[in-house]
Nanobody, 126 residues
Framework: QLQLVQSGGGLVQPGESLRLSCAGA????????TAWFRQFPGKGREWISI???????LYVDSVKGRFTVSRDSAQNTVYLQMNSLKPEDTATYFC????????????????????WGQGTQVTVSS
């Protein structure tokens, strides 16, 4: 049974923070590339961060300096710390993991990931 289980999310006011969690079940997140995506209503999923097994990280410009990804190896969990949240961050957020030994492009697309979390809603509103 290989899956990613998300937690976190919710409703916050602009300027506040949230942390999303993504736990691997039957999948070592140390050994794969993980990513966070978000999806706005009526739109496709777009990546916002990529964390490789060697700890290299990429962020999309719109979240750079505000969002931070991290990994807790003991808990086999990756996190997305979201600070200074804005109303335009409102979306459904998904974590994703690649297959073991997957050959990925420099910036993987959604179809490059094999495993997905169930998604969690983040709403930023006053």
């Amino acid at each position: 049974q290989l899956q990613l289980v998300q937690s976190g999310g919710g409703l916050v006011q602009p300027g506040e923070s949230l942390r999303l969690s993504c736990a691997g079940a039957g999948l070592s997140l140390n050994d794969v590339t993980t990513a966070w995506f978000r999806q706005f209503p009526g739109k496709g999923r777009e990546w916002i961060s990529i964390l490789h097994s060697d700890d290299s990280v990429l962020y999309v410009d719109s979240v750079k300096g505000r969002f931070t990804v991290s990994r807790d190896s003991a808990q086999n969990t990756v996190y997305l710390q979201m600070n200074s949240l804005k109303p335009e961050d409102t979306a459904t957020y998904f974590c994703a993991g690649s297959a073991w030994r997957a050959r990925l492009p420099a910036i993987p697309r959604s179809n490059d990931y094999r495993y997905w979390g169930q998604g969690t809603q983040v709403t930023v509103s006053s």
